[in-house]
């Protein structure tokens, strides 16, 4: 197989993707945010921007103890957060524009969500791969979320201010990667105050209407 480009929005659940990736494809395929020419085929990981809103938020803005969150999204911090968000869903327009010529493959965060079965049978159809029922195991392994959850707990923590920023340079698991709240699709409503979300809906309803999401 050619080397294949992944493209991968961040908060898309694509550490998961990349972990599948990395025991099935090894070294065949570059993991990127950044726009990079050349590749014949582009795989897109996305996710209703809603939840991508909140997970961002997380990052930025989240106040932890013990694992544990503390805060939930104030007036200030839900308008940065749909900054950002409106920032990320830009560039995935432009990687989508930018390789309209070439094999575009787009996971959905909620197809492949708990179901990593899902990405494996994926590799097959879209590259022509057989996986065998050995490197199928190793790779549910290797991305289970209780595993990264194990991983993100022995993250050194050096930067005490913001949590996001301690990270394993092996791994690429940061301290709170995963959220303490189960992220099932539309975890975002558990996660902001009711009275702000038809403003994040109504922020957001192009973009996701765009995308299929509504």
């Known amino acids: 197989m050619k080397k294949r480009l992944l493209h991968i929005m961040p908060r898309s659940g694509s550490t998961m993707v990349r972990q599948i990736l990395i025991e099935l494809v090894e070294e065949r395929y570059l993991a990127t945010h950044q726009f990079v020419d050349g590749e014949d085929s582009v795989i897109i990981t996305v ?26 999204p104030n007036l200030k911090e839900i308008y940065d957060s749909l900054d950002r968000t409106h920032k990320q869903i830009e560039g995935l327009n432009k990687y989508k524009e930018a390789y309209k ?22 590799v097959e159809k879209e590259f022509g791969l057989k996986v065998s029922e050995e490197k199928r ?13 194990e991983i993100q707990s022995k993250v050194k923590i050096v930067d005490e201010e913001r949590i996001f920023n301690n990270f394993s340079k092996e791994s690429h698991i940061h301290a709170n990667h995963i959220c303490e709240v189960e992220p099932v699709p ?3 409503k558990q996660m902001v105050a009711p009275r702000f979300h038809k403003m994040i809906e109504f922020d957001l309803a192009n973009d996701l209407k765009e995308w299929g999401y509504k």
Not at 47 to 72: A, E, P
Not at 142 to 148: F, L, V
């Open 47 to 72: 996710r209703d921007f809603r939840d991508t809103f909140i997970s961002l938020w997380r990052i930025w803005f989240g106040k932890f103890s013990n694992g544990m969150l503390l805060n939930s």
């Open 101 to 122: 010529n070439k094999k575009i493959v787009i996971w959905r965060y909620e197809d492949f969500y708990n179901n990593p079965g899902y990405i494996i049978d994926q």
């Open 137 to 149: 195991k190793k790779a549910i392994e290797m991305s289970g979320i209780e595993r990264n959850r």
């Open 186 to 188: 539309g975890y975002w």
